[in-house]
Nanobody, 120 residues
Framework: QVQLVESGGGLVQPGGSLRLSCAAS????????MGWYRQAPGNERELVAV??????KYGDSVKGRFTISRDNVKNTVYLQMDSLKVEDTAIYYC???????????????WGQGTQVTVSS
């Protein structure tokens, strides 16, 4: 099993910044990918950003404003969110693809979610 601990959500004014963190711990041999998804009320969960070895991908609505990064020693993924807009308001979920020790296939895990509210 893998545990994910998210932090960094909160309330911010439009144009402001927030930084989310998600630390993974537990049965980890290798982390294939780490990323963030978000879900606003009435909407489906959507990709915000994902980072793999040598590759990052962003959702169209956050390109140029959000930056995903990863600390492989700490098994932690970060999401730097700049120029925040009201429409960025959502619950943000950490998502990881982990190969556990003595496992032959990787498993997917979700964090509990952290609320980001952008409002004046």
């Amino acid at each position: 099993q893998v545990q994910l601990v998210e932090s960094g959500g909160g309330l911010v004014q439009p144009g402001g910044s927030l930084r989310l963190s998600c630390a993974a711990s537990g049965n980890i041999q290798r982390i294939n990918a780490m990323g963030w998804y978000r879900q606003a009320p009435g909407n489906e969960r959507e990709l915000v950003a994902v980072i793999k070895i040598g590759h990052t991908k962003y959702g169209d609505s956050v390109k140029g404003r959000f930056t995903i990064s990863r600390d492989n020693v700490k098994n932690t993924v970060y999401l730097q969110m700049d120029s925040l807009k009201v429409e960025d308001t959502a619950i943000y979920y950490c998502h990881v693809d982990v190969l556990g020790v003595r496992r032959l296939v990787s498993d997917l895990y979700w964090g509990q979610g952290t609320q980001v509210t952008v409002s004046s």
